[in-house]
């Protein structure tokens, strides 16, 4: 029965099939919420962004077209003056306009160069990379808190299995305790040893099946499942993933940075911060813009005279800009950023060495873990035939109650440090995957 249930809970890796609703397994919940979490629809807004994003900055190069229109009601007239001499003896006042005058005006602006607009254009690509790599980096997000919720559900299913055992134990103790108290060979406080005993560990049942409720809808949310409705998971058929998981462990030198999706963000984040640097340098050459306009001025001492009065005017032209006495502030800001991407560039190789540094740590616990592993399954069978003995003797007279308790507290320890040990495995097993970059390739293995 013991080696059975080690059986089973080492059994922790599920190699899912199809799911149906009522049976899922640790793939087939991973498959679920890659489709359901909430923060898909986050990521998914968030590549939107970085396409409109594209087009804003593909726009700035393309016509742009803008009307415009002014009335004017000269509430008092302006009057010029024509100095004396010029039509007679004395200075002449004279209105260059009427009361009303309107201005309707139609312009297309084209750029027709700007070095710097041209290379903010060079972004737009590694916009739309990083957004995908942000959904790419959410999805292994959901595959490791999905893992780890399932790994708990596991644990804890397990524990309660465990418990439930020990629960037996106690009980039958207690009905011959019982009957020896009765004939008077045992003393009552042999009884109420074991009824205390008895009375935890139906408390301890009481903690787990709370625990496994809350693992539960940890679990549902990390899959966006509804928190109302009912999920079981299928802890059984995992012997194969569980065996292929050891061998399928990633070698020391196959490790690569770039295989790490916030590894490979930041080297996009590095080309954006080079992009934008060159592109504040560019800001020295001139820009040049052409433009067409096509408007009408009216006047008149009324407004509906001033609309009827409209001449017509057009005008194509080319206007040149170049940046003179800015230099000081423009050569602040291209030195800014080009300190910020410097330290993008020695980031980067700060955190290879990091990286590097978490993949071997997660590969050394990974180790660690399996042996502590595989010394409490070997120290729970241990326990188990010590218990075994000692009760078989205790029911034949000769060990006392003493031995007996400290065989089954020597078992109950030994199962508790054994899923201790069963789910530290499981989480350094995924962080493992985690820090080699290889969680999709993990969730498709299963």
């Known amino acids: 029965?013991?080696?059975?249930?080690?059986?089973?809970?080492?059994?922790?890796?599920?190699?899912?099939?199809?799911?149906?609703?009522?049976?899922?397994?640790?793939?087939?919940?991973?498959?679920?919420?890659?489709?359901?979490?909430?923060?898909?629809?986050?990521?998914?807004?968030?590549?939107?962004?970085?396409?409109?994003?594209?087009?804003?900055?593909?726009?700035?190069?393309?016509?742009?077209?803008s009307i415009s229109g002014s009335i004017d009601d000269n509430l008092k007239v302006q009057e010029t003056v024509i100095p004396a001499g010029i039509f007679g003896d004395h200075d002449i006042r004279v209105a260059f306009t009427k009361?009303?005058?309107?201005?309707?005006?139609?312009?297309?602006?084209?750029?027709?160069?700007?070095?710097?607009?041209?290379t903010g254009l060079k972004a737009n690509k590694y916009n739309r990379e990083s957004a995908d790599l942000n959904v790419q980096q959410n999805n292994e997000t959901i595959i490791y808190n999905i893992s780890s919720a399932f790994a708990q559900i596991f644990v804890y299913r397990e524990q309660l299995s465990l418990l439930h055992t020990n629960l037996d134990n106690y009980h039958e103790q207690m009905d011959i305790t019982s009957q020896q108290v009765n004939r008077g060979t045992v003393l009552q406080k042999e009884l109420d040893k074991v009824t205390?005993?008895?009375?935890?560990?139906?408390?301890?049942?009481?903690?787990?099946?709370?625990?496994?409720?809350?693992s539960y809808n940890q679990l549902k949310y990390e899959?966006?499942?509804?928190?109302?409705?009912?999920?079981?998971?299928?802890?059984?058929?995992?012997?194969?993933?569980?065996?292929?998981?050891?061998?399928?462990?990633?070698?020391?030198?196959?490790?690569?940075?770039?295989?790490?999706?916030d590894f490979r963000i930041s080297q996009v984040n590095e080309k954006m911060l080079a992009i934008d640097e060159q592109r504040l340098r560019n800001g020295i050459y001139p820009r040049l813009t052409a433009y067409a306009r096509y408007g009408a001025v009216g006047y008149g001492d009324n407004l509906n005279e001033s609309f009827k009065s409209l001449a017509t005017y057009s005008a194509i032209g080319i206007k040149l800009s170049i940046p003179?006495?800015?230099?000081?502030?423009?050569?602040?800001?291209?030195?800014?950023?080009?300190?910020?991407?410097?330290?993008?560039?020695?980031?980067?190789?700060?955190?290879?060495?990091?990286?590097?540094?978490?993949?071997?740590?997660?590969?050394?616990?990974?180790?660690?873990?399996?042996?502590?592993?595989?010394?409490?399954r070997r120290n729970i069978e241990?326990?188990?035939?010590?218990?075994?003995?000692?009760?078989?003797?205790?029911?034949?007279?000769?060990t006392d109650m003493t031995d007996w308790?400290?065989?089954?507290?020597?078992?109950?320890?030994?199962?508790?440090?054994?899923?201790?040990?069963?789910?530290?495995?499981?989480?350094?097993?995924?962080?493992?995957?985690?820090?080699?970059?290889?969680?999709?390739?993990?969730?498709?293995?299963?």
């Not at 560990?201 to 409720?213: F, M, P, Q, R, Y």
């Not at 241990?382 to 000769?398: D, H, I």
């Not at 400290?406 to 789910?423: P, R």
């Open 405 to 446: 308790l400290n065989a089954q507290n020597s078992l109950k320890e030994a199962q508790n440090n054994y899923l201790s040990s069963v789910y530290n495995f499981f989480l350094a097993r995924i962080d493992l995957e985690k820090a080699g970059g290889s969680l999709k390739t993990f969730y498709l293995a299963l």
């Open 223 to 261: 899959m966006g499942f509804p928190l109302t409705d009912t999920i079981t998971v299928d802890s059984v058929e995992a012997a194969k993933a569980f065996n292929n998981l050891a061998i399928a462990a990633p070698d020391a030198n196959t490790f690569s940075a770039a295989n790490r999706l």
């Open 1 to 65: 029965m013991m080696k059975k249930k080690l059986l089973i809970a080492g059994l922790l890796l599920i190699n899912g099939a199809s799911y149906a609703q009522n049976n899922w397994t640790l793939k087939s919940c991973i498959e679920y919420g890659l489709k359901n979490h909430r923060s898909n629809v986050v990521y998914a807004n968030d590549k939107k962004a970085a396409d409109a994003k594209a087009r804003e900055a593909l726009a700035a190069y393309l016509p742009s077209v």
């Open 196 to 214: 205390v005993d008895y009375n935890n560990t139906v408390s301890k049942i009481h903690v787990a099946e709370s625990n496994l409720t809350l």
């Open 382 to 398: 241990l326990a188990q035939s010590v218990f075994t003995t000692t009760n078989l003797q205790y029911q034949k007279g000769t």
């Open 324 to 376: 003179i006495l800015d230099f000081y502030k423009r050569n602040a800001q291209s030195s800014q950023a080009k300190y910020k991407h410097l330290n993008a560039i020695e980031q980067l190789k700060i955190d290879e060495g990091k990286y590097a540094m978490e993949y071997q740590n997660a590969r050394t616990k990974v180790i660690q873990e399996q042996g502590n592993m595989d010394n409490n």
């Open 99 to 118: 009361k009303f005058n309107t201005n309707p005006v139609a312009q297309l602006d084209q750029t027709i160069f700007d070095q710097s607009l041209l």
